[in-house]
């Protein structure tokens, strides 16, 4: 989605008022509201033209701080983008990958005793298991 739309705005906010609501089912009507109502309400609202003004900052908002559109021709992603942070997450786990695996030491407290090998001291091991 590279912009809002009055659809994607109503749907939204239809959305947020379901789960603002105690209603366990999401549904066209239920006891709690008539979610086919509203969401059409919300349409009406954003294609009225006495509204336009608000409608068209409403938009620019969504589009800036919501959806972080850059406008330029570059097609850059918004460093705040969802897509920004699966890539940089994507990165990290591509770098441990090329370190290799990481190496861990076992405290020296919880180092078996050569001695008290011969005891089953920890953790036992069979070597006939496969």
């Known amino acids: 989605m590279r912009c809002v739309t009055p659809g994607s705005i109503a749907y939204i906010a239809t959305q947020v008022r379901f789960a603002l609501t105690s ?32 409608v068209h900052d409403l938009y620019v908002w969504w589009n800036r701080y919501v959806l972080l559109q850059v406008h330029s021709t570059d097609g850059l992603i918004g460093v705040h983008s969802a897509l920004a942070k699966i890539r940089e997450k994507r990165a990290m786990m591509q770098a441990r990958i090329e370190a290799g695996p990481e190496v861990f030491t076992i405290p ?23």
């Open 23 to 54: 209603s366990l089912v999401f549904s066209r009507t239920d006891t709690v509201m008539d979610t086919e109502r509203f969401y059409t309400s919300i349409l009406e609202l954003l294609e009225d033209p006495y509204e336009s003004q608000e």
């Open 108 to 130: 020296h407290e919880f180092r078996r005793n050569p001695a008290d090998s011969k005891q089953n001291v920890g953790i036992p091991w069979n070597s006939d298991r496969n």
